[in-house]
């Protein structure tokens, strides 16, 4: 070992040890976000309008000035104090102390001591939710500024789609006349997703040119981004099922397990760039697409040899990618020569080869499990007969991640129909392409009239306001009263008394008999289970509907989060992600509105409208392929039999297996004798 490098080493130290002592008085010193926060959060409790504002917006800025400056600081600091080729143990840690106190010295000039700007985990994740924005929204509406108000919500919507509150709000925005569309913008917005997205809207329009903009835009601020990131990985480290403190490690020991945690921060980087805010799903393909998009907008304006460079970026990720190694051929026969790929994206990769190589061995090191993700999950292949370049059909599906960080490709069921109805007096009205879309039916007469009006009898004295959105009594809109009631509950009333029994085992048939439909129509080969099961009423509120512009139930799907900004539903909590079918029974058509409606994925454009009738049933797949909602309903009172399917049994319905027995031992007490523990459960 080279025994001149210890006085250096010893004067790292030395400048370590006295950087945490240097005197405050000079440095700057920025007031920590967590404290700002709580005063928002106080003033909002005590009616400050003014001082939330005040307050929230100085938070705000607080917590991005702090995170620019700590990525700022840890970037100029690695460029100052470089690993060289004289290497040894003295020289990498006289390195490492260096950095260290050169980014402590750096951040604290600017932000004052770094020990201030410690937040609590809550805290930090109340801004990663952006809940400040939800603060904001509320007080500047009371301080009638209309413009800020909506670009508050909208920002905050954006990561809390599921919020149902703040979608009620924002449609009430979009209907004032001194609030402009422009007002709707996203304060919290990542460059390169902002880019990608207007990007991929101007591409869909046909303009090609304005798109190769914003894509190349888009590229330039991923990359940025990605340094941004993995600098901010540049500290202290959690340890998972370890107390850093307290190992009775080496140093060395000590720091490998470190240096594996940063790497598998850094690694994460790819993920958090291509998940949208307040989401876990990733958007699969994401860095790849850019390259698909370009090449096929390139072709179109005959730019054949960038777009020659971009395919050959874009299988850099995705080697035996058919359809773009069918694009490379042609556009290498029509310019008679070959190209390169971008050495950006090159180097991109070969950095993120060797993390993983790394972040193996630091895992074996550790003792812990790691598993690659499959980050550039592929688009599959296209038919590309007549050679001419093919490109994206800007389809992104979500990637679950499981709580190993594993990402994988959900493979849906099979889609088809058409199977038998069952029984003879049901009528096939409308099958997936009258209804302008995949996996729906609408069918007629499931039940009689007789029927209908006993259920509608028995929905009058078992519902109750608000069962299943725990007790919320207009849970959807503020002109609307909701009341439902279970199978189980129905039951217990009918052995009670409070019911005819016939009737409440009316309720259980009729569903039985909707659950059989549709697993025989949409030809299923598993058998499908409830998953919940509600007999609804929704009622308008007389005086509240004049100038009405909501929905009923706003729009949405089963089984995942509906982002239709992003085009994309997140299959992810808290949404029912096991549902797979649904369907609704409707009682009677004697009311104004209350049409069933299907929408695009943008939750605008309607694409099919049911009105509801006595013995009409609508079915369909529970995905983000079927977003759809309920109409306002004006005048009189819209019941119907909800009900959700899953093909998992381990997500059947507790209270359905509970009614199951009930009606297998009616004539016997001791099923009751156990009591019921009903728990209803939230729809989506």
């Known amino acids: ?115 201030v700007h410690k937040v609590s985990e809550d805290v930090a994740q109340d801004f990663k939710r952006r809940i400040p924005y939800n603060y904001l929204q509320m007080a500047y509406q009371k301080l009638k500024l209309p413009e800020k108000a909506a670009a508050a919500a909208h920002t905050f919507f954006l990561a809390n789609p599921e919020h149902v509150e703040m979608g009620q709000n924002l449609e009430q925005y979009k209907n004032q006349q001194d609030v402009d569309e422009n007002y709707f913008v996203d304060q919290e917005a990542r460059p390169h997703q902002r880019s990608f997205a207007e990007a991929v809207r101007l591409y869909d329009t046909g303009d090609y040119l304005g798109a190769i903009t914003l894509f190349e835009e888009a590229l330039v601020e991923y990359y940025k981004a990605d340094v941004d990131c993995r600098a901010l990985c540049q500290g202290p480290q959690k340890f998972e099922d370890q107390d850093h403190l307290r190992y009775r490690y080496s140093l060395h020991e000590v720091i490998s397990d470190h240096f594996t945690q940063v790497l598998h921060c850094e690694h994460e980087c790819v993920r958090d760039l291509a998940t949208r805010p307040g989401r876990l799903s990733t958007m699969e393909n994401y860095l790849p697409l850019h390259y698909d998009y370009l090449q096929f907008a390139y072709f179109q304006l005959d730019m054949l040899e960038e ?65 690659e993700g499959n980050y550039w999950s592929s688009t599959g292949g296209r038919n590309n007969t007549n050679r001419i370049p093919s490109s994206t059909d800007g389809w992104m599906e979500y990637v679950p991640i499981s709580d190993k960080r594993d990402v994988s490709v959900v ?107 549709v697993e025989s129509y949409f030809l299923l080969n598993s058998t499908l289970h409830f998953s919940y099961t509600h007999l609804v009423c929704r009622t308008a509120i007389t005086g509240q509907q004049d100038h009405r512009n909501d929905l009923s139930h706003p729009i949405h799907a089963d089984n995942c989060l509906l982002d239709p900004d992003a085009n994309v539903c997140w299959k992810e909590p808290p949404a029912y992600t096991y549902r797979d079918y649904s369907a609704l029974l409707y009682l009677n058509g004697n009311f104004e509105g209350g049409e069933f409606i299907f929408t695009e994925m943008d939750a605008k454009t309607v694409t099919a409208s049911v009105k509801p009738k006595c013995g009409r049933m609508v079915g369909f797949s529970s995905g983000g392929e079927n977003p759809h909602g309920v109409k306002a309903i004006t005048s009189g009172q819209r019941c119907a039999v909800a009900m959700w399917f899953t093909l998992d049994p381990l997500y059947r319905e507790l209270e359905r297996l509970q009614a199951d027995e009930v009606i297998q031992a009616l004539d016997t007490q001791s099923v009751w004798g156990q009591g019921l523990n009903i728990n209803p459960k939230d729809e989506l």
């Open 1 to 115: 070992m080279d025994g001149n490098i210890w006085p250096t080493a010893v004067l790292s130290v030395v400048l370590l040890l006295t950087a945490d002592l240097l005197p405050y008085s000079a440095a700057a010193f920025q007031e920590p976000y967590d404290l700002l926060y709580n005063n928002a959060v106080q003033a909002f409790y005590s009616g400050d309008d003014t001082n939330v504002v005040r307050y929230m917006e100085a938070a705000l800025r607080s917590h991005a000035e702090l995170r620019h400056t700590r990525v700022r600081c840890r970037l100029r600091c690695q460029d100052q104090h470089q690993f060289d080729e004289t290497f040894s143990d003295l020289r990498f840690f006289d390195v490492v102390l260096r950095r260290a106190a050169c980014m402590n010295q750096c951040i604290e000039e600017k932000v004052g001591s770094q020990s």
């Open 307 to 371: 777009a020659l460079e971009c395919a050959l970026t874009y299988l850099l990720f995705h080697e035996a990618e058919e359809f773009m190694m069918d694009n490379v051929d042609y556009y290498r026969e029509m310019l008679g020569y070959n190209g390169k790929p971008r050495e950006k994206a090159a180097w991109y990769l070969r950095r993120h080869k060797q993390e993983l190589e790394l972040l193996l061995i630091g895992s074996e090191t550790m003792g812990v499990e790691f598993t």
């Open 411 to 517: 493979v849906p069921h099979k889609v088809s129909e058409g199977g038998s109805l069952l029984y003879d007096r049901v009528q096939l009205v409308q099958n997936s392409a009258a209804l302008n879309g995949t996996q729906r039916v609408l069918l007629d007469q499931v039940i009689s009239e007789d029927e209908c009006t006993e259920l509608r009898h028995l929905a009058h004295v078992v519902t109750m306001g608000g069962d299943g959105y725990r007790g919320r009594m207009s849970p959807h809109t503020p002109n609307e009263k909701f009341e439902g009631a279970t199978v189980l509950k129905t039951l217990q009333y009918g052995y009670e008394g409070r019911v005819p029994m016939r009737s409440a085992q009316l309720f259980y048939q009729v569903s039985e008999r909707a659950r059989r439909i």
